[in-house]
């Protein structure tokens, strides 16, 4: 009787708070449950799809090998769709397209290698560790659109120069100025030249782009 009033005492003063406790354990329950139905959804939802990916690959494989096997026939029969000055004109346009890309990639991988000697040469005299395979990294960022350089360079003399290597960011900018004034004086020469443009008109078309 005695343990009884004690317990009841204390669950009268608020010791024990019993309905909080259940409140408690039935929203860890609610949340646990939701988690699973979560779980549950996404599994049946990747089940679902399997099929659908199956059918899809199995399709391509198979519409792949019959429009090999009769690739010439199928060529044919289009070509015999469209008339022939529209072929000839289309086999020119794809000619001289293939033509001219692959000049631009001769022009592109030129400027990437004369970026790649100018970064190499300035990180060897910065005395940088991996300095050739910091500088392929760099070039090839180069050589992709819209990055160039100065997406690594810049910040990287920013850096420098906020955690107190002065000189690390003197170099790096310098090393940026460089570059920019190199490309910006044999980029539009090579890629005229390999394109065919005159370097005044593939200058502006340069300026024009960025």
Same mark, same amino acid.
């Given at each position: 009787?005695?343990?009884?009033?004690?317990?009841?005492?204390?669950?009268?003063?608020?010791?024990?708070?019993?309905?909080?406790?259940?409140?408690?354990?039935?929203?860890?329950?609610?949340?646990?449950?939701?988690?699973?139905?979560?779980?549950?959804?996404?599994?049946?939802?990747?089940?679902?799809?399997? @099929?659908?990916?199956?059918?899809?690959?199995?399709?391509?494989?198979?519409?792949?090998?019959?429009?090999?096997?009769?690739?010439?026939?199928?060529?044919?029969?289009?070509?015999?769709?469209?008339?022939?000055?529209?072929?000839?004109?289309?086999?020119?346009?794809?000619?001289?397209?293939?033509?001219?890309?692959?000049?631009?990639?001769?022009?592109?991988?030129?400027?990437?290698?004369?970026?790649?000697?100018?970064?190499?040469? &300035?990180?060897?005299?910065?005395?940088?560790?991996?300095?050739?395979?910091?500088?392929?990294?760099?070039?090839?960022?180069?050589?992709?659109?819209?990055?160039?350089?100065?997406?690594?360079?810049?910040?990287?003399?920013?850096?420098?120069?906020?955690?107190?290597?002065?000189?690390?960011?003197?170099?790096?900018?310098?090393?940026?100025?460089?570059?920019?004034?190199?490309?910006?004086?044999?980029? @539009?020469?090579?890629? &005229?030249?390999?394109?065919?443009?005159? @370097?005044?008109?593939?200058?502006?078309?340069?300026?024009?782009?960025?």
């Amino acid at each position: 009787y005695g343990n009884i009033t004690r317990y009841l005492g204390r669950f009268s003063n608020g010791e024990l708070d019993l309905v909080g406790s259940l409140s408690d354990l039935l929203s860890k329950i609610t949340s646990a449950s939701v988690d699973m139905s979560s779980v549950f959804g996404t599994v049946k939802n990747v089940a679902f799809s399997i @099929p659908t990916i199956l059918i899809f690959i199995i399709a391509l494989f198979v519409g792949t090998y019959y429009f090999a096997s009769d690739y010439v026939r199928i060529r044919e029969f289009i070509l015999a769709q469209v008339p022939e000055k529209i072929q000839e004109s289309a086999g020119r346009l794809i000619h001289h397209l293939f033509k001219t890309l692959g000049n631009w990639c001769k022009a592109v991988s030129i400027m990437m290698l004369i970026t790649f000697v100018e970064l190499l040469i &300035g990180f060897l005299l910065m005395r940088l560790d991996y300095a050739a395979v910091l500088a392929v990294a760099i070039a090839i960022l180069d050589a992709l659109p819209v990055f160039g350089v100065g997406t690594i360079l810049i910040p990287w003399s920013l850096y420098s120069l906020l955690t107190g290597a002065y000189m690390r960011a003197l170099y790096l900018a310098l090393l940026y100025v460089i570059i920019v004034i190199v490309r910006n004086s044999l980029e @539009p020469k090579i890629l &005229g030249t390999r394109i065919g443009l005159n @370097p005044l008109l593939m200058l502006i078309c340069l300026y024009l782009g960025y």
